[in-house]
């Protein structure tokens, strides 16, 4: 893995964000797309092969919803591989990062990667959503489940102040219209992903007050 394109990919990519990465984030984002595209060789974590693909995909498609983050703990549902939790933890070391899936194979990756890259802010929880306990600031979910799902199973952590920054594609109407009663959209955000060229938003949900 030639890391010299791959950090001024992602670098550009940052900047086009918004981000400011500093050199510390950026080595350790492509320390983290070096495990994943080792460990991804045996166990199947991600169908992204090629790591520039993965920088576009996997670490700007993260970072591009890190404006939209607010407040002190954060919960990934569904992390897989650990997307956007892993590069959000990078990105807010201040923050409290809990990174939550139920597959074993894909805890034992987080938990290798949490301890490689030194993530002092980032902690592993395999579990079902629903068995999850505690309330956290914001509530994270990408390529996990639809609106409703996301809500029901996991709006019991979302804190009274707090935000749930759900990451789609297309927005699809019928599915916002199954979002469950105490909870109302505060904003639906259209994520300029550099270099991805495919329909992404965020859509933030909070509690009814």
């Known amino acids: 893995m030639d890391r010299v394109p791959l950090l001024a990919r992602l670098r550009a990519g940052a900047e086009q964000l918004g981000l400011a990465l500093t050199a510390e984030q950026g080595e350790r984002l492509l320390d983290y797309l070096g495990l994943l595209v080792r460990w991804n060789a045996v166990y199947n974590l991600t169908a992204v092969r090629d790591p520039a693909q993965m ?7 993260s970072l591009a919803i890190a404006p939209l983050v607010r407040g002190a703990t954060l919960v990934d549902l569904g992390t897989g591989p650990g997307l956007p939790g892993i590069p959000l933890a990078i990105l807010a070391p201040e923050r409290t990062t809990t990174l939550v ?9 987080l938990r290798e990667a949490v301890r490689v890259l030194g993530l002092a802010n980032a902690r592993v929880e395999q579990a079902r959503v629903e ?3 505690g309330q956290y600031d914001c509530v ?3 390529a996990f489940a639809a609106l409703g799902d996301i809500l029901t199973w996991g709006g019991h952590l979302l804190a009274p102040e707090g935000v749930c ?9 019928e599915e916002m219209r199954g979002i469950p009663p105490g909870f109302r959209v505060e904003e639906i955000v259209a994520l ?8 992404r938003h965020a859509v933030i949900i909070a509690r009814c007050r």
């Open 192 to 199: 300029a992903v550099p270099g991805l060229g495919a329909a």
């Open 101 to 109: 899936d139920s597959n074993g194979k894909k805890t034992r990756f």
């Open 140 to 142: 994270t979910a990408r």
């Open 165 to 173: 920054v759900a990451m789609k594609g297309v927005i699809d109407e």
């Open 55 to 61: 920088v576009t995909r996997h670490l700007l498609d």
């Open 131 to 133: 068995d999850l306990q």
